[in-house]
Protein backbone atom coordinates (compact mmCIF):
# COMPACT_ATOMS: atom_id res chain seq x y z
CA UNK A 1 0.00 0.00 0.00
CA UNK A 2 1.46 3.56 -0.49
CA UNK A 3 0.40 6.80 0.46
CA UNK A 4 -1.66 8.65 -1.21
CA UNK A 5 -3.66 11.84 -0.67
CA UNK A 6 -6.62 12.63 -2.56
CA UNK A 7 -7.58 16.55 -3.20
CA UNK A 8 -11.50 17.35 -4.29
CA UNK A 9 -12.86 21.00 -5.35
CA UNK A 10 -15.28 21.49 -2.55
CA UNK A 11 -18.74 20.47 -3.23
CA UNK A 12 -17.85 18.39 -6.15
CA UNK A 13 -20.57 15.26 -6.79
CA UNK A 14 -19.80 14.35 -10.62
CA UNK A 15 -16.96 12.72 -11.78
CA UNK A 16 -13.42 14.60 -12.56
CA UNK A 17 -10.30 14.75 -14.36
CA UNK A 18 -7.49 13.55 -12.81
CA UNK A 19 -3.82 15.03 -12.41
CA UNK A 20 -1.36 12.69 -10.54
CA UNK A 21 1.77 12.95 -9.08
CA UNK A 22 4.77 10.50 -7.71
CA UNK A 23 7.47 11.83 -5.24
CA UNK A 24 10.07 10.07 -3.42
CA UNK A 25 10.32 13.38 -1.73
CA UNK A 26 7.42 13.51 0.31
CA UNK A 27 3.49 14.50 -1.01
CA UNK A 28 3.55 16.84 1.97
CA UNK A 29 5.56 19.29 -0.15
CA UNK A 30 3.60 19.68 -3.20
CA UNK A 31 0.37 20.19 -0.72
CA UNK A 32 -0.14 23.93 -2.19
CA UNK A 33 0.19 22.97 -5.77
CA UNK A 34 -2.42 20.14 -5.21
CA UNK A 35 -5.26 22.30 -3.68
CA UNK A 36 -4.31 24.70 -6.54
CA UNK A 37 -5.06 21.92 -9.12
CA UNK A 38 -8.41 20.95 -7.13
CA UNK A 39 -9.36 24.53 -7.25
CA UNK A 40 -9.31 24.75 -10.86
CA UNK A 41 -11.84 21.92 -11.43
CA UNK A 42 -9.63 18.70 -11.16
CA UNK A 43 -8.82 15.44 -9.03
CA UNK A 44 -5.87 15.83 -7.76
CA UNK A 45 -3.67 12.60 -5.83
CA UNK A 46 -0.41 12.86 -5.07
CA UNK A 47 1.62 9.17 -3.75
CA UNK A 48 4.97 8.90 -2.12
CA UNK A 49 6.51 6.38 -4.00
CA UNK A 50 7.42 2.55 -2.32
CA UNK A 51 9.61 2.72 1.05
CA UNK A 52 9.24 6.44 1.49
CA UNK A 53 7.01 8.71 3.44
CA UNK A 54 4.58 5.76 5.11
CA UNK A 55 4.64 4.03 1.65
CA UNK A 56 5.36 0.33 1.88
CA UNK A 57 7.36 -1.52 -0.13
CA UNK A 58 10.95 -0.98 -0.51
CA UNK A 59 12.16 2.17 -2.48
CA UNK A 60 14.22 1.83 -5.31
CA UNK A 61 14.54 5.24 -6.97
CA UNK A 62 13.65 5.52 -10.81
CA UNK A 63 13.93 1.91 -11.39
CA UNK A 64 10.47 1.02 -8.62
CA UNK A 65 8.41 3.51 -10.64
CA UNK A 66 6.95 1.95 -13.95
CA UNK A 67 5.33 -0.84 -12.06
CA UNK A 68 4.26 1.64 -9.25
CA UNK A 69 2.98 4.34 -11.61
CA UNK A 70 1.34 1.30 -14.21
CA UNK A 71 -0.44 -0.06 -10.81
CA UNK A 72 -1.04 3.81 -9.37
CA UNK A 73 -3.01 4.72 -13.00
CA UNK A 74 -5.44 1.06 -13.49
CA UNK A 75 -6.42 2.36 -9.45
CA UNK A 76 -7.49 5.63 -9.91
CA UNK A 77 -9.63 4.70 -13.10
CA UNK A 78 -11.45 2.41 -11.19
CA UNK A 79 -12.32 5.15 -8.64
CA UNK A 80 -15.60 6.71 -8.91
CA UNK A 81 -14.09 10.29 -8.45
CA UNK A 82 -12.32 10.05 -11.94
CA UNK A 83 -14.18 10.56 -15.41
CA UNK A 84 -11.71 8.78 -17.32
CA UNK A 85 -9.42 11.50 -18.12
CA UNK A 86 -5.75 11.06 -16.05
CA UNK A 87 -3.05 13.37 -16.61
CA UNK A 88 0.29 13.90 -14.51
CA UNK A 89 2.30 16.85 -13.25
CA UNK A 90 5.76 17.68 -11.40
CA UNK A 91 9.40 18.38 -12.10
CA UNK A 92 12.80 16.43 -11.84
CA UNK A 93 12.32 13.50 -10.34
CA UNK A 94 8.20 14.01 -10.33
CA UNK A 95 8.53 14.49 -14.06
CA UNK A 96 10.61 11.52 -14.86
CA UNK A 97 8.61 9.38 -13.17
CA UNK A 98 5.93 10.51 -15.74
CA UNK A 99 7.76 8.92 -18.49
CA UNK A 100 8.40 5.48 -16.40
CA UNK A 101 4.66 5.76 -15.23
CA UNK A 102 3.94 5.51 -19.18
CA UNK A 103 6.40 3.32 -20.45
CA UNK A 104 4.74 -0.02 -19.53
CA UNK A 105 2.03 1.15 -21.50
CA UNK A 106 -0.88 2.57 -19.14
CA UNK A 107 -3.63 4.65 -20.47
CA UNK A 108 -2.53 8.13 -20.00
CA UNK A 109 -4.31 11.14 -21.65
CA UNK A 110 -1.73 13.60 -21.46
CA UNK A 111 1.51 14.74 -19.23
CA UNK A 112 3.47 18.06 -18.67
CA UNK A 113 6.81 16.77 -17.43
CA UNK A 114 8.88 19.32 -16.04
CA UNK A 115 13.03 19.13 -16.41
CA UNK A 116 12.49 15.38 -17.05
CA UNK A 117 14.34 12.63 -18.64
CA UNK A 118 12.83 9.44 -20.35
CA UNK A 119 16.68 7.38 -19.32
CA UNK A 120 18.35 8.50 -15.94
CA UNK A 121 21.48 7.41 -17.88
CA UNK A 122 21.57 10.74 -19.65
CA UNK A 123 20.44 12.23 -16.33
CA UNK A 124 23.92 11.26 -14.48
CA UNK A 125 26.29 11.32 -17.76
CA UNK A 126 26.89 13.39 -20.34
CA UNK A 127 29.34 12.80 -23.23
CA UNK A 128 31.12 9.84 -21.52
CA UNK A 129 31.70 12.29 -18.57
CA UNK A 130 29.57 11.92 -14.80
CA UNK A 131 27.87 14.73 -13.90
CA UNK A 132 29.99 15.25 -10.45
CA UNK A 133 27.78 17.90 -9.32
CA UNK A 134 24.86 15.58 -8.90
CA UNK A 135 27.12 14.49 -5.89
CA UNK A 136 26.33 16.62 -3.73
CA UNK A 137 22.68 16.68 -4.34
CA UNK A 138 22.21 13.10 -4.62
CA UNK A 139 24.09 12.35 -0.85
CA UNK A 140 22.17 15.52 0.37
CA UNK A 141 18.42 14.65 -1.21
CA UNK A 142 17.84 12.04 1.57
CA UNK A 143 16.75 9.38 -1.05
CA UNK A 144 20.02 7.37 -1.51
CA UNK A 145 20.64 6.66 2.13
CA UNK A 146 22.43 9.26 3.70
CA UNK A 147 20.62 12.31 6.10
CA UNK A 148 20.43 15.37 4.27
CA UNK A 149 23.19 17.33 6.28
CA UNK A 150 25.56 14.86 4.21
CA UNK A 151 24.68 17.51 1.10
CA UNK A 152 25.25 20.69 3.61
CA UNK A 153 28.50 20.35 4.16
CA UNK A 154 31.26 22.96 3.30
CA UNK A 155 33.69 20.33 2.53
CA UNK A 156 32.39 19.63 -0.96
CA UNK A 157 34.58 21.28 -2.59
CA UNK A 158 37.26 18.95 -1.22
CA UNK A 159 35.36 15.93 -1.17
CA UNK A 160 34.72 16.54 -5.17
CA UNK A 161 38.43 15.99 -5.69
CA UNK A 162 38.25 12.38 -4.42
CA UNK A 163 40.42 10.04 -6.37
CA UNK A 164 39.62 7.27 -7.07
CA UNK A 165 35.77 8.33 -7.32
CA UNK A 166 34.55 4.98 -6.33
CA UNK A 167 35.67 6.31 -2.68
CA UNK A 168 33.28 9.33 -2.33
CA UNK A 169 31.23 7.42 -0.45
CA UNK A 170 34.00 7.26 2.40
CA UNK A 171 34.95 10.26 2.22
CA UNK A 172 31.85 11.91 2.76
CA UNK A 173 31.52 9.10 5.64
CA UNK A 174 27.90 7.61 4.50
CA UNK A 175 27.17 4.77 2.92
CA UNK A 176 25.25 5.39 -0.27
CA UNK A 177 24.66 2.42 -2.21
CA UNK A 178 22.75 3.50 -4.90
CA UNK A 179 24.71 6.53 -5.49
CA UNK A 180 27.97 4.66 -6.03
CA UNK A 181 26.61 2.16 -8.01
CA UNK A 182 25.56 5.26 -10.60
CA UNK A 183 29.36 6.19 -10.42
CA UNK A 184 30.37 2.34 -10.96
CA UNK A 185 28.40 2.33 -14.13
CA UNK A 186 29.88 4.87 -16.52
CA UNK A 187 28.46 3.09 -19.59
CA UNK A 188 24.81 2.51 -20.60
CA UNK A 189 24.53 -1.47 -19.47
CA UNK A 190 21.62 -3.59 -18.16
CA UNK A 191 21.90 -1.61 -14.79
CA UNK A 192 20.22 1.38 -16.25
CA UNK A 193 17.56 -0.36 -18.34
CA UNK A 194 14.85 -0.65 -15.67
CA UNK A 195 14.78 3.60 -15.55
CA UNK A 196 15.08 3.19 -20.11
CA UNK A 197 11.27 5.20 -21.16
CA UNK A 198 11.96 5.63 -24.34
CA UNK A 199 9.62 3.44 -26.05
CA UNK A 200 7.76 6.68 -27.74
CA UNK A 201 5.96 4.52 -30.22
CA UNK A 202 4.12 2.83 -27.54
CA UNK A 203 3.10 6.43 -26.30
CA UNK A 204 -0.02 8.09 -27.53
CA UNK A 205 -0.94 11.74 -25.85
CA UNK A 206 -0.22 14.90 -26.16
CA UNK A 207 2.45 16.08 -23.96
CA UNK A 208 4.12 19.58 -22.26
CA UNK A 209 7.66 19.75 -22.29
CA UNK A 210 9.06 22.47 -20.38
CA UNK A 211 12.78 22.88 -19.30
CA UNK A 212 15.41 25.48 -19.41
CA UNK A 213 18.46 25.06 -21.16
CA UNK A 214 21.27 25.23 -18.32
CA UNK A 215 19.12 22.66 -16.91
CA UNK A 216 21.09 19.55 -16.67
CA UNK A 217 18.26 17.57 -17.66
CA UNK A 218 17.80 19.71 -20.93
CA UNK A 219 19.73 17.31 -23.31
CA UNK A 220 17.17 14.24 -22.06
CA UNK A 221 14.10 16.57 -22.23
CA UNK A 222 14.52 17.60 -25.26
CA UNK A 223 15.61 13.70 -26.45
CA UNK A 224 12.07 13.15 -25.41
CA UNK A 225 10.45 16.11 -27.07
CA UNK A 226 12.06 15.07 -30.14
CA UNK A 227 11.06 11.29 -29.59
CA UNK A 228 7.09 12.33 -28.96
CA UNK A 229 7.33 14.33 -32.24
CA UNK A 230 8.87 11.89 -34.17
CA UNK A 231 7.84 8.63 -32.87
CA UNK A 232 4.96 8.86 -30.76
CA UNK A 233 2.27 5.78 -31.82
CA UNK A 234 -0.52 8.29 -33.24
CA UNK A 235 -0.61 11.54 -35.52
CA UNK A 236 -2.28 13.08 -32.98
CA UNK A 237 0.18 12.49 -30.25
CA UNK A 238 2.98 13.31 -32.55
CA UNK A 239 1.33 16.60 -33.76
CA UNK A 240 0.99 17.50 -30.50
CA UNK A 241 3.97 18.33 -28.38
CA UNK A 242 4.74 21.63 -26.44
CA UNK A 243 8.00 22.79 -25.80
CA UNK A 244 8.70 25.52 -23.28
CA UNK A 245 12.44 26.13 -23.62
CA UNK A 246 13.44 28.96 -20.82
CA UNK A 247 17.03 30.61 -19.77
CA UNK A 248 16.96 28.79 -16.17
CA UNK A 249 18.44 26.20 -14.53
CA UNK A 250 17.14 22.90 -12.70
CA UNK A 251 13.20 23.59 -12.75
CA UNK A 252 13.28 26.86 -11.10
CA UNK A 253 11.32 28.79 -13.90
CA UNK A 254 13.00 32.44 -12.38
CA UNK A 255 14.18 35.25 -13.81
CA UNK A 256 17.45 34.58 -12.93
CA UNK A 257 20.39 31.45 -13.74
CA UNK A 258 23.93 31.94 -12.44
CA UNK A 259 25.43 35.28 -12.93
CA UNK A 260 22.59 36.64 -15.41
CA UNK A 261 19.46 38.37 -14.40
CA UNK A 262 17.08 37.95 -17.84
CA UNK A 263 14.29 39.93 -16.22
CA UNK A 264 11.00 39.59 -15.49
CA UNK A 265 10.05 38.47 -18.55
CA UNK A 266 11.77 35.30 -18.01
CA UNK A 267 10.01 33.62 -14.97
CA UNK A 268 7.12 31.18 -15.40
CA UNK A 269 4.62 30.01 -13.26
CA UNK A 270 4.80 26.51 -14.36
CA UNK A 271 2.06 25.40 -12.63
CA UNK A 272 -0.21 27.78 -14.40
CA UNK A 273 1.57 26.50 -17.89
CA UNK A 274 0.21 23.03 -16.96
CA UNK A 275 -3.18 23.91 -15.73
CA UNK A 276 -3.80 25.78 -19.60
CA UNK A 277 -2.50 22.47 -21.26
CA UNK A 278 -4.59 20.20 -19.50
CA UNK A 279 -7.90 22.78 -19.45
CA UNK A 280 -7.07 22.07 -23.65
CA UNK A 281 -7.44 18.55 -23.58
CA UNK A 282 -9.41 17.33 -20.26
CA UNK A 283 -12.31 20.66 -19.96
CA UNK A 284 -12.20 21.55 -23.90
CA UNK A 285 -11.09 24.51 -23.00
CA UNK A 286 -9.61 26.75 -26.62
CA UNK A 287 -8.98 23.66 -27.88
CA UNK A 288 -10.13 24.38 -31.38
CA UNK A 289 -7.61 27.60 -31.15
CA UNK A 290 -4.52 27.14 -32.64
CA UNK A 291 -1.33 27.05 -29.43
CA UNK A 292 2.13 27.43 -29.95
CA UNK A 293 3.93 24.22 -30.51
CA UNK A 294 7.19 26.25 -29.43
CA UNK A 295 7.74 28.78 -26.85
CA UNK A 296 11.77 29.98 -26.15
CA UNK A 297 13.47 33.09 -24.52
CA UNK A 298 15.54 34.82 -26.48
CA UNK A 299 18.77 35.76 -24.17
CA UNK A 300 20.01 38.69 -24.93
CA UNK A 301 16.84 40.63 -25.67
CA UNK A 302 15.05 38.26 -23.08
CA UNK A 303 12.44 38.02 -25.48
CA UNK A 304 9.41 35.02 -25.63
CA UNK A 305 9.61 33.94 -29.36
CA UNK A 306 7.43 31.24 -30.71
CA UNK A 307 7.66 28.50 -33.37
CA UNK A 308 6.15 25.49 -35.09
CA UNK A 309 9.17 23.38 -34.80
CA UNK A 310 12.69 23.23 -32.46
CA UNK A 311 15.22 24.49 -33.70
CA UNK A 312 12.72 26.86 -35.39
CA UNK A 313 12.76 26.31 -39.39
CA UNK A 314 14.27 29.93 -39.53
CA UNK A 315 17.35 28.23 -38.29
CA UNK A 316 20.37 27.64 -40.45
CA UNK A 317 23.15 25.54 -39.47
CA UNK A 318 26.38 27.62 -39.75
CA UNK A 319 29.88 26.74 -39.44
CA UNK A 320 32.24 28.92 -37.58
CA UNK A 321 35.82 27.91 -37.81
CA UNK A 322 38.33 28.40 -35.27
CA UNK A 323 41.96 30.14 -36.99
CA UNK A 324 44.84 30.56 -35.54
CA UNK A 325 46.41 33.78 -33.52
CA UNK A 326 46.50 36.65 -35.94
CA UNK A 327 48.46 39.77 -35.71
CA UNK A 328 46.00 41.87 -34.31
CA UNK A 329 44.30 39.49 -32.55
CA UNK A 330 43.76 40.62 -29.06
CA UNK A 331 46.27 39.98 -26.55
CA UNK A 332 45.82 36.62 -24.43
CA UNK A 333 43.03 35.37 -27.25
CA UNK A 334 44.42 31.43 -28.64
CA UNK A 335 42.66 32.70 -32.37
CA UNK A 336 39.55 33.74 -34.32
CA UNK A 337 36.41 32.66 -35.60
CA UNK A 338 34.98 33.32 -39.10
CA UNK A 339 32.49 31.57 -41.44
CA UNK A 340 35.62 30.69 -43.85
CA UNK A 341 37.39 27.41 -43.00
CA UNK A 342 41.04 27.73 -42.68
CA UNK A 343 43.22 27.97 -46.56
CA UNK A 344 46.49 26.81 -45.14
CA UNK A 345 47.78 24.38 -43.17
CA UNK A 346 49.32 25.83 -39.52
CA UNK A 347 50.42 24.06 -37.07
CA UNK A 348 48.17 23.33 -33.56
CA UNK A 349 47.75 25.03 -30.79
CA UNK A 350 48.68 23.09 -27.42
CA UNK A 351 47.38 22.82 -23.64
CA UNK A 352 48.01 21.24 -20.45
CA UNK A 353 45.13 19.26 -19.20
CA UNK A 354 46.01 18.65 -15.67
CA UNK A 355 43.62 17.05 -13.01
CA UNK A 356 45.00 18.66 -10.22
CA UNK A 357 44.22 21.64 -11.83
CA UNK A 358 41.06 21.44 -13.33
CA UNK A 359 39.02 24.38 -14.89
CA UNK A 360 35.97 26.10 -12.87
CA UNK A 361 32.68 26.25 -14.29
CA UNK A 362 31.83 29.17 -12.22
CA UNK A 363 35.75 30.81 -12.51
CA UNK A 364 35.07 33.77 -10.18
CA UNK A 365 34.61 30.95 -7.64
CA UNK A 366 38.47 29.95 -8.03
CA UNK A 367 38.82 26.91 -5.91
CA UNK A 368 35.17 26.90 -3.77
CA UNK A 369 34.50 24.91 -7.20
CA UNK A 370 30.88 26.20 -6.99
CA UNK A 371 28.71 23.51 -8.37
CA UNK A 372 26.03 25.34 -10.04
CA UNK A 373 25.31 24.72 -13.98
CA UNK A 374 25.25 28.43 -14.81
CA UNK A 375 25.71 30.49 -16.52
CA UNK A 376 28.79 32.43 -14.96
CA UNK A 377 31.00 34.76 -16.03
CA UNK A 378 34.01 32.71 -18.19
CA UNK A 379 36.47 36.10 -18.11
CA UNK A 380 38.54 34.70 -15.33
CA UNK A 381 38.74 31.54 -17.44
CA UNK A 382 39.75 32.83 -20.68
CA UNK A 383 42.75 33.79 -19.23
CA UNK A 384 43.83 30.52 -18.13
CA UNK A 385 46.60 28.84 -20.39
CA UNK A 386 44.64 26.03 -20.22
CA UNK A 387 41.71 27.67 -21.80
CA UNK A 388 41.94 28.25 -25.91
CA UNK A 389 39.64 31.23 -25.79
CA UNK A 390 38.14 32.26 -29.96
CA UNK A 391 36.84 35.07 -30.82
CA UNK A 392 34.75 37.31 -34.04
CA UNK A 393 35.30 40.94 -34.16
CA UNK A 394 32.72 42.83 -33.08
CA UNK A 395 29.37 42.31 -34.43
CA UNK A 396 27.72 45.09 -36.58
CA UNK A 397 24.01 43.74 -36.80
CA UNK A 398 22.14 41.62 -33.94
CA UNK A 399 23.37 37.97 -34.71
CA UNK A 400 20.74 35.62 -33.83
CA UNK A 401 20.86 31.94 -32.86
CA UNK A 402 17.85 29.24 -32.01
CA UNK A 403 19.11 25.74 -31.72
CA UNK A 404 21.15 23.04 -31.43
CA UNK A 405 24.97 23.89 -31.01
CA UNK A 406 27.61 21.27 -31.95
CA UNK A 407 31.63 20.69 -32.20
CA UNK A 408 33.91 19.20 -34.40
CA UNK A 409 37.43 19.56 -33.06
CA UNK A 410 40.33 17.87 -34.34
CA UNK A 411 42.65 17.33 -31.60
CA UNK A 412 45.27 14.55 -30.18
CA UNK A 413 46.84 13.99 -26.74
CA UNK A 414 49.63 12.05 -25.32
CA UNK A 415 47.84 10.30 -22.81
CA UNK A 416 44.94 6.96 -23.09
CA UNK A 417 42.36 9.80 -22.56
CA UNK A 418 41.41 13.21 -22.24
CA UNK A 419 38.48 15.38 -22.50
CA UNK A 420 37.32 18.06 -24.62
CA UNK A 421 35.08 20.95 -23.26
CA UNK A 422 33.40 23.08 -25.78
CA UNK A 423 31.37 26.51 -24.80
CA UNK A 424 29.50 28.72 -26.77
CA UNK A 425 29.71 32.43 -25.48
CA UNK A 426 28.57 35.97 -26.13
CA UNK A 427 31.45 38.43 -25.42
CA UNK A 428 29.81 41.87 -23.94
CA UNK A 429 31.55 44.95 -24.75
CA UNK A 430 32.58 45.26 -21.02
CA UNK A 431 34.04 41.78 -20.80
CA UNK A 432 31.73 39.60 -19.44
CA UNK A 433 31.63 36.36 -21.50
CA UNK A 434 28.06 34.75 -20.91
CA UNK A 435 28.00 31.08 -21.64
CA UNK A 436 25.10 30.10 -24.04
CA UNK A 437 26.02 26.48 -24.11
CA UNK A 438 28.13 24.06 -22.77
CA UNK A 439 29.47 20.37 -23.71
CA UNK A 440 31.83 17.73 -23.07
CA UNK A 441 33.06 14.65 -24.56
CA UNK A 442 35.39 12.11 -23.50
CA UNK A 443 37.32 10.91 -25.80
CA UNK A 444 37.20 7.25 -25.17
CA UNK A 445 33.62 7.63 -25.32
CA UNK A 446 34.03 9.04 -28.91
CA UNK A 447 32.29 6.33 -30.89
CA UNK A 448 29.97 5.15 -28.17
CA UNK A 449 28.96 5.81 -24.41
CA UNK A 450 28.52 2.06 -24.54
CA UNK A 451 32.05 0.78 -25.80
CA UNK A 452 34.79 2.97 -24.90
CA UNK A 453 37.51 3.32 -27.11
CA UNK A 454 41.35 3.87 -25.51
CA UNK A 455 42.74 7.15 -27.22
CA UNK A 456 46.55 6.48 -29.18
CA UNK A 457 49.35 8.61 -28.16
CA UNK A 458 49.42 11.25 -30.61
CA UNK A 459 46.44 10.28 -32.87
CA UNK A 460 44.79 12.88 -35.07
CA UNK A 461 40.68 12.32 -33.62
CA UNK A 462 37.30 14.15 -35.43
CA UNK A 463 35.50 14.66 -32.14
CA UNK A 464 32.06 16.02 -32.16
CA UNK A 465 30.83 17.63 -29.18
CA UNK A 466 26.86 17.85 -28.36
CA UNK A 467 27.28 21.46 -26.70
CA UNK A 468 23.30 21.93 -26.08
CA UNK A 469 20.42 23.90 -27.39
CA UNK A 470 20.42 27.40 -26.60
CA UNK A 471 18.72 31.00 -28.05
CA UNK A 472 20.00 34.08 -27.99
CA UNK A 473 20.57 37.46 -29.80
CA UNK A 474 24.28 39.05 -29.97
CA UNK A 475 23.67 42.97 -29.81
CA UNK A 476 26.04 45.00 -31.86
CA UNK A 477 29.48 45.26 -30.43
CA UNK A 478 29.62 42.17 -28.76
CA UNK A 479 31.61 39.05 -29.92
CA UNK A 480 30.84 35.75 -30.67
CA UNK A 481 33.03 33.60 -28.44
CA UNK A 482 34.25 29.80 -28.37
CA UNK A 483 36.48 28.48 -25.19
CA UNK A 484 37.68 25.12 -26.18
CA UNK A 485 39.02 23.32 -22.80
CA UNK A 486 40.22 19.82 -21.07
CA UNK A 487 37.58 20.08 -18.07
CA UNK A 488 34.63 22.37 -16.67
CA UNK A 489 34.66 21.24 -12.49
CA UNK A 490 33.00 19.87 -11.02
CA UNK A 491 29.96 19.99 -13.06
CA UNK A 492 31.83 16.98 -14.61
CA UNK A 493 34.22 14.87 -12.85
CA UNK A 494 37.91 15.33 -13.53
CA UNK A 495 39.25 13.09 -16.27
CA UNK A 496 42.26 11.23 -14.81
CA UNK A 497 43.62 10.95 -18.38
CA UNK A 498 44.52 7.25 -17.39
CA UNK A 499 42.02 5.56 -18.95
CA UNK A 500 40.72 3.87 -15.62
CA UNK A 501 37.20 6.31 -14.93
CA UNK A 502 35.86 6.46 -11.58
CA UNK A 503 38.93 3.55 -10.55
CA UNK A 504 41.87 4.76 -10.50
CA UNK A 505 43.87 7.30 -8.11
CA UNK A 506 46.89 8.04 -10.54
CA UNK A 507 46.72 11.34 -12.74
CA UNK A 508 48.14 12.29 -15.62
CA UNK A 509 48.75 15.54 -17.39
CA UNK A 510 47.47 15.77 -20.93
CA UNK A 511 49.49 17.77 -23.48
CA UNK A 512 46.16 18.32 -25.52
CA UNK A 513 46.66 19.95 -29.51
CA UNK A 514 43.88 21.33 -31.05
CA UNK A 515 44.17 21.65 -35.08
CA UNK A 516 42.27 24.79 -37.00
CA UNK A 517 43.89 24.36 -40.87
CA UNK A 518 42.72 23.40 -44.14
CA UNK A 519 43.39 19.87 -43.55
CA UNK A 520 41.44 19.74 -39.93
CA UNK A 521 39.53 22.81 -39.70
CA UNK A 522 37.85 22.60 -36.21
CA UNK A 523 34.97 24.44 -36.15
CA UNK A 524 31.37 25.25 -34.25
CA UNK A 525 28.04 24.53 -36.02
CA UNK A 526 25.45 26.98 -34.76
CA UNK A 527 21.63 27.43 -35.76
CA UNK A 528 22.32 30.67 -37.07
CA UNK A 529 18.71 32.44 -37.45
CA UNK A 530 17.69 34.16 -41.09
Not at 508 to 517: F, G, Q
Request: with cysteine; net charge neutral; aromatic share 12%.
Amino acid sequence: RLRTRIYRPRGANTPLPVLFLKTAYGTAGFDQQARRIAARGYVAVTQDSSGRNGSEGEFNLYWGEPADGFDAVTWIREQPWCNGLVGMWGASYMGSSQWLTASPGVALDALAPTASVPYFYSNIYRGGAYILALGRAGFGANVYGPPPSAGSSPKWPQWYLTLPLMNLDKVVGHRAPLQMSMIKHITPDGFWKGTDARNFSDMDFPAQHIVGCYDFMCPGALRAYHGMRTAAATQHARENQQLILGPWDHATGSSRAGDVDFGETARLDIVAENLKWYDRWFKATDNATAYPRVRYFMMGINQWRESSTWPPEAAQPTPFYLHAHEPDQRTGAAGSLFKTPPAELSAPIHFISDPHNPVPAAPFHGEAYLDGFGPYDQQTAATRPDVLAYATSPVNAPLALAGHFQAVVYASANTPDFDIVAMVLDIHPDGFRHPLATGILRATARHSDLERSPVTAGEIYRLTVDIGDSAATLQPGHRLGVHIQGSYFPVYDRNTNTGKGPFGARVLPAKVSIYHDAKRPSHVILPLLR
